[in-house]
């Protein structure tokens, strides 16, 4: 793990808080597994009341309307991404997990600190500087903002306020975030500076460790194009994910060698997804195999296998939330309650700092 930021960051606390938000706009796969998921709970696996860290995991649905305008969308991922964290092994007792729409707290501090934002440095943003340059790649009709929204322009701000609002040191992240984090220390530089030393200025953090996985045909594995492997299958727990995960598995693009021809596992996306979920040993093995001669119907029928050894013990509690709303709500509502407990107080200390408090104390 690397710091990306300098370490002298001024911190208000010595007690190390990690925090991250998943966007919910899509049903997990292979990739958000090896990528996101899998490190992420690894990382937390061992805290408990004793150790000076703790850790705050979110969806971040308010993200998610973003880019996403479909109502069922919204909801399904919601359900299945919660789904996947707590069957792939997060326990809600020892992180709070919780749904960003669920503490409201949160977007009144986005505005607060949407007046200590300035415009300029949202113009800088990458997100959006890449949908200007989307639009005047085709014909938007002279208009470069054409089709994006506030929500878009200001996003870095929201996802500034999940952070500042639980007073997060450390923010596990992919590459393409890090300017977010560092748009998150400037707005709380601004706002510690002009009213009161009340953020603590976040770190992103970047596993170079992690697996970047490539798709069905050959490119990176994302949801964007269409090449994804599914972590549980569709959202319809009546289909087999199992036989899904084995039907992806042997629509990966191979080239036509035949079977008994020595094989650059250099250049195989079978290889290359085998060594995410592999042991050393077996990962040596299988190279083996490959520089001997392995047919790709059986190259992809071993890496099915391994994949699945990994996955098959979460499956059944995947179905099982997924079947049962309620019990998820529930453990939502707990990480909401746990949440809020944070984000009462530190609002509140925000609202005096700027000015916002109650004229007198009334008597009740
Ligand atoms: N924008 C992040 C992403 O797309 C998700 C996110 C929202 C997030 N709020 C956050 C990540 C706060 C870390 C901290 O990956």
């Not at 309307?65 to 069957?87: G, M, N, R, Y």
């Not at 997990?97 to 409201?104: E, G, I, N, T």
């Not at 639009?135 to 500034?160: C, H, Q, W």
């Amino acid at each position: 793990m690397t710091d990306t930021t300098n370490s002298n960051a001024q911190t208000q606390t010595t007690k190390k808080r990690i925090l991250t938000g998943i966007t919910t706009t899509g049903i997990p796969h292979l990739g958000n597994y090896v990528g996101a998921i899998r490190p992420a709970i690894q990382s937390v696996q061992n805290l408990d009341n004793h150790t000076e860290t703790d850790a705050f995991f979110f969806l971040a649905d308010y993200h998610g309307i973003i880019k996403c305008h479909d109502p069922k969308q919204i909801h399904e991922s919601t359900k299945a991404i919660a789904s996947t964290w707590l069957a792939c092994g997060l326990n809600p007792e020892k992180v709070t997990f919780y749904r960003q729409s669920d503490v409201p707290e949160i977007t009144e501090l986005a505005w607060i600190l949407n007046c200590s934002c300035a415009k300029g440095l949202m113009n800088r943003s990458h997100a959006y500087k890449a949908s200007v340059d989307a639009n005047l790649e085709k014909d938007s009709e002279g208009d470069p903002d054409r089709g994006i929204t506030m929500g878009l322009f200001g996003y870095p701000v929201l996802m500034a306020s999940d952070i500042l609002m639980f007073n997060a040191t450390h923010v596990p992240v992919g590459r393409d975030q890090i300017q977010h984090i560092e748009m998150a220390r400037d707005i709380a530089g601004t706002f510690n500076h002009r009213y009161k030393d009340l953020f603590t200025l976040p770190e992103a953090v970047v596993d170079e460790n992690v697996p970047l996985l490539t798709g069905l045909d050959g490119r990176k594995m994302s949801k964007s194009y269409g090449n994804t492997i599914p972590l549980f299958g569709n959202v319809n727990p009546q289909v087999d994910s199992q036989k899904q995960l084995r039907k992806a598995v042997m629509q990966i693009v191979t080239n036509s060698q035949a079977p008994e021809e020595p094989k650059d596992p250099n250049e195989s996306t079978i290889f290359e997804i085998y060594k995410a979920f592999a042991t050393p040993d077996e990962i040596a093995e299988f190279r083996g195999q490959f520089e001997t001669g392995i047919g790709w119907g059986d190259a992809k029928q071993q890496l099915f296998e391994k994949i699945d050894a990994e996955l098959a013990p979460f499956r059944e509690r995947y179905n099982e939330l997924m079947a049962n709303p309620k019990e998820l709500e529930e453990i939502l509502q707990h990480g909401a309650d746990k949440a809020r407990r944070h984000s009462r107080k530190q609002l509140d200390k925000a609202r005096r700092a700027i000015g916002i408090k109650p004229l007198a104390k009334l008597k009740k």
